[in-house]
């Protein structure tokens, strides 16, 4: 469908700053899927050797099959190892991948091609060359998986398992919706969820930075994105039969009022860090008040009362 291009500093545009009259959220943004050409054609691959296998004697059957096998085996490791990567990625606190995913597929696919090279050359040599080559050749394309975990020093690995099961939950909440819509055939409620679902993935994004706030978020994160499903399903189903005008503006409204709460839900979390870290600031500056050290003047960083600490350790040390 053509849309004409143009935004509230074009002419003839909205000058307002949406069209429910916020101001402008998180924009929803359209990363391109991590599984690429090149995962899709390993499993393309694999099949070369299915369909040789038919023209061989049994034992070559057998091996070309075991080589089919083999290949997909690690083509679809290498999908799931690609996609975890990613999650990996764009998360600021993470977990590393239980299971290595591209490493095991970088082994399945040597042990596939040693397998191939010994069928093909009939030389352990020549299949070891092969494998070894296959293996890296996998590394250097694929990287290996994220080893170690990404912002978890000083979190509680239980709470950590909430948030991951409690985001999970929410996710799929959120595919739920993406799915039903689909069957309304209408580009600006399909825009409209998506913007909706940028603000809830920012608050999802805002919990797994904190653990700690999973408290305060996990309503958001059941109850009303719940709700918000359970609606979207049934507003597709009647829209799609009889395009009610009347629904679609209600359910326009409801995604509207539950954008609003996200957004503000998600600024409540922020402000309150924010309020902690100054509590934490103010409560060190009155210590080192105390112990004799004087603050300076432009003393309202972090890096400030950082300058000042060593100061305060030398001077323990003199009176000690």
């Known amino acids: ?6 935004g509230p500093n074009s002419p003839g545009g909205d000058p307002r700053p949406n069209a429910s009259g ?54 679809w490791l290498t999908r799931e190892g690609v996609i975890a990567q990613d ?29 191939a090279g010994l069928i093909g050359a009939g030389s352990p040599v020549s299949a070891a060359i092969f494998g070894g080559l296959g293996a890296v050749l996998h590394l250097a394309a694929f990287g290996p998986d994220p080893l170690k975990d990404k912002g978890m020093e000083g979190v509680d690995l239980f709470q950590t398992d909430r948030v991951a099961r409690a985001v999970e939950e929410a996710e ?66 009647l829209y799609a039969r009889n395009r009610d005008a009347g629904a679609r503006a209600d359910y326009v409204a ?7 709460n996200f957004a503000l839900r998600t600024e409540t979390l922020l402000d309150s860090d924010r309020q902690a870290l100054d509590i934490e600031i103010d409560v060190l500056r009155e210590r080192l008040e105390r112990e004799g050290v004087r603050a300076p ?12 600490v060593p100061s305060t350790r030398n001077s323990s040390e003199k009176g000690s």
Do not use: C, W
């Open 1 to 6: 469908m053509a849309r004409r291009f143009g």
């Open 22 to 75: 916020m101001t402008a959220g998180p924009v929803p943004t359209h990363r391109p899927h991590p599984v690429g050409a090149r995962v899709h054609l390993l499993f393309v691959l694999p099949f070369l050797f299915a369909v040789s296998a038919f023209f061989k004697d049994p034992a070559g059957l057998a091996a070309n099959l075991s080589v089919f096998a083999l290949l997909l085996l690690s083509a």
């Open 87 to 115: 999650a990996y990625d764009n998360r600021r606190v993470a977990r590393r991948p239980a299971i290595p995913r591209k490493i095991f597929a970088a082994a399945g696919m040597g042990l596939a091609l040693g397998v």
């Open 172 to 237: 799929e909440h959120l595919a739920a919706i993406s799915n039903a819509i689909l069957r309304v055939r209408d580009r600006a409620i399909d825009e409209r969820v998506r913007e909706f679902q940028a603000h809830v993935r920012a608050l999802l994004r805002t919990v797994e930075n904190d653990p700690r706030r999973l408290s305060a978020a996990r309503r958001y994160m059941g109850v009303y994105l719940l709700g918000a499903r359970d609606a979207t399903l049934k507003f597709a189903d």
């Open 254 to 260: 409801l995604l509207d009022d539950l954008q609003e």
């Open 297 to 308: 003047v432009a003393a309202g960083t972090l890096e400030d009362i950082a300058t000042a």
